[in-house]
């Protein structure tokens, strides 16, 4: 059956041209949803690819599973990051944050997240592409939809990013899988989106903060017992920079 998803023609022209030019061709592969409908995009060519995939050291068990898994089938190559090692050159990463927690160099720093998504997540994928010793090609699940997520990378000068599915609307990637055929991992019922690193406390501070945190009580509470005073930490100064602003409002 095909589906009714509008750009895939394009998208589909699009992986054939790719394919075509001869170049190594590389998916980076995260297991989430966007990953995953590229993955299938690509299934004509299996054999012709391999998965690229970021190990931060922090991966939920069952999605390294299905990465690992994907990986046997298709081919993986794994780098490794550490987010705590942006968290000590730029620290905790959050969603809600001030001017003062960003710019101080002592106590408690908080950072946007997508900037340590960007030093443990792309900076690798970045590094591996500049050592390469020849030309490639990386496909990605970037999709405009997501903002900042999809920003054009600065890629050496040996390597194409390309982003298949950058049109597509987050309507558009469910009703593909679905109709595909491709199970997405179990906490997509309860949570929309990939899951990172389960010890990263912007996962808490976004609008689908409180949906994830239920989650991962109920499906891995050892771990959440042990991300979940690193929230805190984040929502402290939260509160610390709110305060001032109640303060003065309710004189």
Not at 121 to 139: R, S
Not at 157 to 176: K, M, Q, T
Not at 203 to 232: C, F, H, N, Q
Request: aromatic share 12%.
């Amino acid at each position: 059956m095909t589906s009714i998803v509008p750009g895939r023609e394009a998208s589909e022209k699009l992986l054939s041209t790719v394919f075509d030019s001869g170049q190594p061709i590389f998916l980076a592969f995260s297991g989430g949803k966007d990953s995953l409908a590229v993955l299938k995009l690509c299934e004509p060519y299996r054999g012709r690819f391999k998965l690229l995939w970021v190990n931060a050291g922090y991966v939920f068990p069952h999605m390294e599973k299905m990465i690992r898994a994907y990986g046997e089938e298709y081919g993986l190559i794994e780098l490794h990051s550490d987010p705590k090692r942006a968290w000590a050159a730029g620290g905790l990463p959050s969603e809600v944050l001030s001017v003062s927690s960003f710019m101080r160099r002592d106590g408690e720093r908080l950072q946007p997240f997508n900037l340590c998504c960007h030093a443990t997540k792309i900076a690798p994928l970045i590094q591996f592409c500049a050592g390469f010793g020849g030309f490639l090609t990386v496909l990605s699940g970037d999709r405009k939809q997501d903002g900042w997520r999809f920003q054009g990378l600065a890629a050496p000068e040996n390597a194409a990013f390309l982003a298949p599915i950058g049109e597509w609307s987050d309507d558009d990637v469910f009703a593909y899988l679905e109709t595909e055929g491709v199970t997405l991992p179990a906490h997509y019922a309860d949570v929309k989106n990939g899951l990172d690193c389960w010890n990263c406390p912007a996962s808490w501070t976004v609008g689908s903060g409180a949906a994830y945190a239920r989650w991962m009580k109920a499906t891995y509470p050892d771990l959440a017992e042990k991300a979940e005073p690193i929230a805190r930490r984040v929502a402290d100064q939260i509160d610390k920079a709110v305060a001032p602003i109640r303060k003065a409002l309710s004189c």
